[in-house]
């Protein structure tokens, strides 16, 4: 399992290479969620299913889902079938932008963050993995998986 962990940290440090050099939008957490958009609209659900099964943004890695046509889908982390469900789109919002908040502990990279982090490369200090846009529409997606 610790290398599981370790690959998973380095996959994400290595994903950092495509961060964004976009200025982070500042955001109002409210309990457990992030009740407005990132950029003010709602985001595409078509593009957010592409961006999780994309390996690249790493959540197909640890998550699984109703995503029959994926091969290799992880088990280190909650299922993403009936997300929708479980998690309101504020809460959603949330747990992409920074999952820490809810599990210190979390190998969950925080997509939306640049502060606090530890081993960042120099060159992608202060920089998202995910831009506002890929957040919204991820939530939009995982909003619409519902049992």
């Not at 990132?38 to 299913?49: I, N, Q, W």
Request: hydrophobic letters at 45%.
């Amino acid at each position: 399992m610790p290398s599981i962990v370790a690959a998973v940290i380095a996959l994400s440090l290595a994903l950092a290479a495509g961060a964004r050099a976009e200025e982070l939008l500042s955001y109002t957490i409210v309990s457990d969620s992030i009740p407005a958009s990132l950029t003010g609209f709602p985001g595409d659900a078509a593009r957010g299913r592409a961006l999780v099964l994309a390996r690249t943004t790493t959540c197909i890695l640890c998550h699984s889902g109703p995503f029959p046509e994926t091969r290799f889908q992880g088990d280190l982390a909650p299922d993403l079938t009936g997300a929708g469900n479980r998690w309101s789109v504020s809460q959603l919002r949330l747990r992409l932008v920074d999952a820490s908040r809810f599990n210190p502990q979390t190998i969950m990279p925080s997509y939306y963050r640049a502060d606090g982090l530890v081993r960042v490369g120099r060159n992608f200090a202060g920089k998202p993995i995910l831009s506002a846009a890929e957040i919204e529409d991820i939530v939009a997606f995982l909003a619409t998986l519902r049992d």
